[in-house]
């Protein structure tokens, strides 16, 4: 895929990149009383980009706020995994251009993620969105202060094609006191044909173990209790350094003593034995692991470049149920792959009744430009792609409501993490094979991890008091 090489020009020396880590460096009266929304669709890698983003801001003296309404600068952090992702972005500009021409003219309007990394929305936005100011790329984070204080009245657009070296000391505004992202490892290699994170994140660039340990203890001096560890593909964490291996990894992070460890997200392909071992043997890392089948028959699985078959997927999803006690395992699964057959489907189907996952994120295929996928012819149709999704669903939900009512009766520890959304009398929190749990009587617990009785059980949460 040819990606946004606009302004390669701007690439800056590793000195000046150096410079631009010492925060100090920004005067945070500079926006003092002005205020930034910030929006984020997509995964936890974007979640996380935003607690960047977010901290970069505020160091220029920028504040938070809730709405586009009253902001003086908008960004949204975009996701591209699927086709709706432009429809989201759209919508939402159509609400900034509004709230600049009748509101506000000075307003700031910016968009980062891995849409900005998309030469075709970076065009559409230079000829049809002439009143957004600021696009940055996911390798352009830490020009963020400086893209900001250059403003001036011309759009500016700032997306490297390719992705630079790893940096340490980066600032975070973390949105909990009590559970933490670490980057372990950026961008992607598996590059399986439908999928567009390998070209918006870049190649897989691992962090050095010392660095994140490093990083793991600075968190627990600062009272955090969890930490989980990022990575589009964490398992093949150090492939591309010559350092240890993810197994390694996370006995050395286990052995910090941090109550809980958790890493998001594993390929089957690189999942060892001693990942399986190292995770049983240490009861600080959690069980509890999100293994996508992105599909049940093995063709579709060779047309999707997932290597590995159906069978494989089976003996190593059952190695891992024999060896962790109580672990709960999820999965991704897409429908409707370009020529998926009722057959592929029902492999599908035949996987998911005997592996009986905790729960699973299931999607309609969605062709990205410049994916291999998308140039496959597909002669099925979207109807039948969303039978399929609506079956798949109803089998998953049936799984997942069976799988959680085996917790009734049962004292589990969870981690209380705040109040409850929907009512503030609760608090909720995960146990440790992250199910959700809405719990009675732990008010004042907030910040602690406790002993829970689970009274009830529904298809995405749990219902619990205090013991
Ligand atoms: N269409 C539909 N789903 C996709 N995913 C990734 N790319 C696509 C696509 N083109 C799903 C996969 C992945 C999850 C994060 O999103 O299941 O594991
Ligand atoms: Fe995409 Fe495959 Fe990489 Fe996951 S492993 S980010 S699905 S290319």
Sequence with gaps: MKL???????????????????????????????????KTYGCQMNVHDSEEIAARLESLGFESIDTIEGADLVIMNTCAIRENAHDKLFGFLGRCKHEKEKNNKDLIIAICGCMAQEESVCNEIMTKHKYVDLVFGTHNIHELQDLILEKNNIQTISVYSKEGEVYENIP??????????????????????????????????????????????????DGYLEVTLLGQNVNAYGKDLNDISFAQLLEEVAKTGIPRVRFVTSHPWDFSDEMIETIAKYE???????????????????LMGRRYTK?????????????????????????????????????????????????????????????????????????????????????????????????????????????????????????????????????????????????????????????
């Design 311 to 467: 069978e494989e997927y089976i003996e190593l999803f059952n190695k891992i149920k024999k060896t962790i006690p109580n672990v709960s395992i999820t999965t991704d699964i897409i429908v409707g792959f370009p020529n998926e057959t009722d057959e592929d489907f029902k492999e599908t189907l035949e996987v998911v009744n005997e592996c009986k996952y905790d729960s699973a994120f299931t999607f309609i295929y969605s062709p990205r430009e410049g994916t291999p996928a998308a140039k496959m012819e597909d002669s099925i149709d979207m109807k039948t792609k969303e039978e399929r999704l609506q079956q798949l669903n109803k089998l998953v939900n049936k799984y997942s409501l069976e799988a959680n009512k085996k917790y009734v009766g049962k004292t589990v520890k969870v981690l209380i993490e705040g109040l409850s959304d929907k009512d503030k009398t609760k608090t909720f929190g995960y146990t440790d094979t992250m199910k959700l749990v809405n719990v009675v009587g732990a008010n004042n617990m907030i910040g602690q991890i406790v002993d829970v009785v689970i009274t009830d059980a529904k298809s995405f949460s749990l219902d619990g008091e205090i013991k």
């Design 4 to 38: 946004p090489n606009l302004n390669d020009a701007r690439v800056r020396t590793k000195n000046e990149i150096e410079q631009i880590y010492l925060d100090q460096q920004y005067d945070s009266n500079t926006f003092k009383g002005q205020k930034y929304f910030l």
């Design 284 to 302: 600080n890392i959690m069980p509890y692991i999100h293994l996508p089948l992105q599909a049940g028959s093995s063709s579709i699985l060779k």
């Design 172 to 221: 975070y505004k973390r949105d909990s006191k009590i559970k933490a992202w670490v980057n372990i490892q950026y961008g992607c290699d598996k590059f399986c044909t439908y999928c567009i994170v390998p070209y918006t994140r870049g190649k897989q660039r691992s962090r050095k173990s010392c660095e994140i340990i490093k990083e793991v203890k600075r968190l627990i001096e």
